[in-house]
């Protein structure tokens, strides 16, 4: 069994003022995509966490009393293994790292641990809210969010916290960092409430581009009692493979294959 870790540290969150200057940055540019195919996506499903790990689509979806973690078909939308999450845990973010696949959730500061089978290994507790999850730097770091500009680094192996960094676009500090996902040096972080993903610098926290994907919402048809506020994007999956990225949202009935331009760091 997984030993039982604290893995994010009694953080403070106090943040300095920042002092305006006449040369303030402007604010990160839009990058832009293109969709290679549309796929399907199990609409009762209420998207906190999307990973693509050796060729298999995993998800995490939410909601108390509907919480489970799935892997599916990535063609045909088809559920191929699943393990639902007992009715008093919200899942939350998902990833894998070092073949052990760790599951969020909301409030209940607790992390589920699992082999690539979802037999369970054990849990890992916290102290702030779960909400998205991605490994890092070839699986050696998980990177965690909670709804605030805050991203922490925690290590992929034992699961001890490292360090944090806050993420702005020029002086402003973006809340609501929900999914995440690393590509290529960078962290993509969907922004909860929008149908935007923040393109990240991990080094400094810096927004270095925009991904606005709400037209993807105008190329499927919208379910019965489908709510604009709710079922917004959340969901994002990089194939190393490919180079393109898998992405949909809360009770979405598609899932997006889309290729998007390469993020440049600014200096």
């Known amino acids: 069994m997984l030993r039982n870790a604290l893995f994010v540290a009694l953080i403070s969150f106090g943040i300095s003022a920042q002092a305006k200057t006449d040369d303030a940055p402007k604010p990160a540019p839009l990058l832009g995509f293109k969709v290679i195919q549309t796929l399907p996506h199990d609409s009762a499903h209420y998207t906190e966490g999307l990973v693509f790990y050796k060729g298999k689509l995993l998800e995490s979806a939410g909601e108390y009393g509907e919480s489970a973690l799935y892997e599916k078909d990535l063609k045909t ?62 699986d050696q770091e998980l990177v965690m969010s909670d709804g605030s500009p805050i991203l922490r680094f925690i290590d992929g192996s034992d699961y001890h ?40 610098d991990p ?18 048809k919208k379910p019965a009692k489908w709510n604009e506020l709710d079922n917004v994007l959340n969901g994002i999956a990089y194939d190393t493979r490919t180079g393109h990225f898998y992405v949909t949202g809360k009770r979405w009935p598609a899932l997006f294959e889309i290729k998007i331009d390469p993020p440049q760091r600014r200096h």
């Open 77 to 138: 939308g088809k559920t191929l293994r699943s393990r639902t999450i007992e009715p008093q845990f919200f899942a939350e973010g998902l990833a894998v790292a070092h073949d052990r696949i760790v599951q969020l959730t909301w409030r209940e500061n607790t992390a589920f641990v699992y082999d690539l089978a979802f037999n369970p290994l054990g849990t890992l507790n916290y102290n702030t809210e779960g909400w998205g999850l991605a490994s890092f730097n070839n």
């Open 203 to 220: 080094a400094d926290g810096r927004v270095v581009n925009w991904l606005d994907l709400s037209r993807l919402q105008t190329l499927f």
């Open 161 to 200: 916290f490292l360090r944090q960094i806050t993420v702005r676009d020029g002086d402003k500090e973006i809340m609501r960092l929900n999914e995440l996902e690393e590509a290529n040096g960078f962290i993509y972080a969907n922004v909860w409430l929008t149908d935007k993903i923040a393109v990240i």
